[in-house]
C-alpha cells in the first residue's frame, strides 16, 4: 500500500522545473513584445524623421525659387548678349523685359516668403534619420516617400507623358483641426502675422475660424541659410506648378477652366440633393484630391459639410494660407506666366499680373464642418471610422494619380452610404506611367471601359455619363492649348459585390 506522503512525492520533485519551464517561457514572451515595441517605436521615428526631410526639402524648394528664376533670366540674359549688334537693334526692349521680368520674379517669392511665413510645421523639423539610415526597418526611405506630384502632369512640357516623382511627405492624418476666428483683426503686416498653422482647418457657420497658436514667426526665419538647402530643379518646378494651380483656383482668369471642370460636379451635386436645406445634417461630402481647396469651398457654399484630402504639401502649404489668412479679395499679386519664353503672343501677355484670391473665401458662405485633411487618400479613408460615411465623393482629375486604381475605386465604395454617389471628372494620364529608375514602382493604368468595369464589382452603376473639353492650368492667351477630353460620370453604390 502506497502512503499518501510517498504519491505526492514525484509531484513535488517535479514542481521546481515546471515553474522554471513556465517563467522561462513567459520572460521569452515579454523579451519577444519588447523586441516588437522596440522596432514599432523605431519604425514610427524614422517615419517621422522622413517625414521632417520631406517637408524640409518642399519648404527649400520653395525658398530656392527666387535663385533658380534668376537663373532662368541669367541664362536668357546670356543669350541676347550673345546677339550681333544688328539683331540686338531688331529688339531694343529686350533690355527693359529683363528687368521687368526682376521684378516679377521679386513680386513672386514676397508671396512666396509671405506663405511661409504663415505656416506652422506640425512636425518638429530638426529631426534627422542619424541611426535609421542602415537598419533593417520595413520602411525604406525610397520606398514609402518616393512620391508623386499631383495634379502636375499638365505642368509638364507639352507633348511628354513623363511625371515627376519626388520625395514629399505624407501629411498626417490625426492632427487636430485648425480653427479661426472671423473677428480677429486683419495684421498689419503680413510679415509679422503670428499665426498657428496645422494641416487641417475646418470652419464655423459662415465663417472660417483660425485658432491662434502660441508659435511666434520668429521661431521659423526661413531666410536663416540654415534653414535652407539646395534642391534639384525639378522641385522648383512644381512651385511654379504650384503658382499656375493658384490661377486655375484663386484667380478670376480661372474662372473659365473652374467653368469647365468645377461646374458640372457642382450642378451635378446641386439637382442630386435638392432637399439638402431642409435635412437637420447636410449631407456629406468628400473631395480626394483637393489641391488648392476652391472645389471643395465651393461644394461647401453648397450647403454640404465638405472636406477635401490632399496629399501634396506642396499644395496643402498654399491652400492653407488662402482659406485662412486672406483677408481680401485681390490682397495678392503672382506673374505665373513669366517662367517661360515660348508661345507668348507678347511680353505684355507673358509678363501680365493676376490677383488673388478672386473671392475672400471666408466670407464665401460656407457651411458649418468644412476641412482640409492632409495625407495619402487610402491611407487616411481606410479606417474603420470611414465605412459608409459619406454622401457624396467627388474626384477631379485625380483617380489617375494612383499607383493601383482600383485601391481608389475600392475604397470610394467602401467610404460610401449604401446609395452614395460618385461624381467624376477627368482624364486616365496615370502618373506613374512610363517612371523609369523604380524597379518597384507600381502603376496600373486601367483603360476607361476597365475602370467602369470595376466600378461595377464595387456595387457602382452608372447614372450619367459624357465628355467634357478641358484645360488644366493653361495659359489661356498662350498659342499652345493642350485639352483634355475629359471623362464626367455619376456613379450610385449599390450592394456590392466584391468584399
Not at 25 to 36: F, I, Y
Request: hydrophobic share 30%; glycine share 4%; proline share 5%.
Amino acid at each position: 500500500m502506497i502512503s499518501s506522503s510517498e504519491m505526492t512525492e514525484p509531484t513535488t520533485a517535479q514542481a521546481p522545473e515546471t515553474v522554471t519551464a513556465v517563467a522561462t517561457e513567459t520572460e521569452m514572451s515579454r523579451e519577444r513584445d519588447g523586441e516588437e515595441e522596440e522596432k514599432i517605436r523605431r519604425q514610427k521615428k524614422l517615419e517621422e524623421a522622413l517625414e521632417a526631410k520631406s517637408l524640409r526639402r518642399i519648404i527649400s524648394a520653395y525658398l530656392n525659387y527666387p535663385e533658380a528664376a534668376e537663373e532662368d533670366l541669367k541664362k536668357w540674359e546670356r543669350s541676347y548678349r550673345k546677339l550681333s549688334p544688328a539683331h540686338k537693334a531688331l529688339v531694343p526692349h529686350y533690355a527693359l523685359k529683363f528687368e521687368r521680368l526682376k521684378r516679377c520674379i521679386s513680386t513672386n517669392s514676397y508671396f512666396i516668403f509671405n506663405m511661409l511665413q504663415a505656416f506652422e510645421p506640425p512636425i518638429d523639423l530638426s529631426q534627422d534619420l542619424d541611426g535609421y539610415e542602415d537598419s533593417n526597418l520595413d520602411c525604406a526611405p525610397h520606398e514609402k516617400y518616393v512620391l508623386d506630384e499631383r495634379h502636375d502632369s499638365s505642368c509638364q512640357p507639352a507633348l511628354t507623358n513623363n511625371c515627376a516623382h519626388e520625395e514629399e511627405s505624407k501629411s498626417l492624418h490625426d492632427s487636430e483641426l485648425q480653427r479661426m476666428n472671423a473677428s480677429d483683426p486683419p495684421p498689419k503686416n503680413h510679415s509679422e502675422d503670428t499665426r498657428n498653422h496645422d494641416e487641417r482647418y475646418d470652419c464655423d457657420g459662415d465663417h472660417l475660424n483660425h485658432d491662434h497658436g502660441n508659435a511666434s514667426l520668429s521661431s521659423h526665419d526661413w531666410l536663416d541659410p540654415s534653414l535652407q538647402t539646395h534642391v534639384p530643379l525639378v522641385d522648383v518646378d512644381k512651385v511654379r506648378c504650384i503658382i499656375r494651380n493658384i490661377v486655375r483656383d484663386w484667380a478670376a482668369e480661372g474662372q473659365r477652366e473652374r467653368d469647365q471642370c468645377y461646374k458640372p460636379i457642382l450642378d451635378e451635386l446641386d439637382s442630386l440633393f435638392p432637399d439638402r436645406q431642409k435635412k437637420s445634417t447636410p449631407p456629406s461630402c468628400l473631395v480626394p484630391g483637393a489641391g488648392l481647396g476652391r472645389l471643395a469651398l465651393e461644394i461647401s457654399c453648397l450647403g454640404f459639410i465638405s472636406q477635401g484630402n490632399e496629399f501634396s504639401y506642396y499644395m496643402m502649404i498654399c491652400s492653407s494660407f488662402i482659406l485662412n489668412y486672406a483677408q481680401v479679395p485681390g490682397e495678392w499679386t503672382i506673374y505665373p506666366w513669366i517662367h517661360s519664353n515660348c508661345n507668348s503672343l507678347s511680353d505684355n501677355d507673358q509678363l501680365r499680373p493676376v490677383s488673388i484670391p478672386d473671392i475672400h473665401p471666408a466670407s464665401a458662405g460656407i457651411t458649418e464642418g468644412f476641412s482640409m485633411c492632409g495625407g495619402d487618400f487610402v491611407e487616411v479613408y481606410n479606417e474603420s471610422c470611414q465605412a459608409g460615411m459619406w454622401d457624396a465623393v467627388v474626384t477631379c482629375f485625380f483617380i489617375d494619380t494612383a499607383h493601383n486604381i482600383i485601391e481608389y475605386i475600392e475604397t470610394i465604395s467602401k467610404i460610401l452610404k449604401d446609395g452614395g454617389v460618385w461624381i467624376n471628372l477627368g482624364p486616365l494620364l496615370y502618373h506613374f506611367a512610363d517612371t523609369y529608375g523604380h524597379d518597384n514602382e507600381m502603376s496600373v493604368e486601367l483603360s476607361l471601359e476597365d475602370v467602369k468595369r470595376v466600378a461595377s464589382q464595387y456595387g457602382f452603376e452608372i447614372e450619367k455619363e459624357r465628355t467634357i473639353e478641358t484645360t488644366y492650368t493653361t495659359n489661356p492667351r498662350s498659342m499652345m492649348q493642350n485639352r483634355y477630353y475629359a471623362a464626367f460620370w455619376t456613379m450610385r453604390k449599390k450592394c456590392a459585390i466584391m468584399t
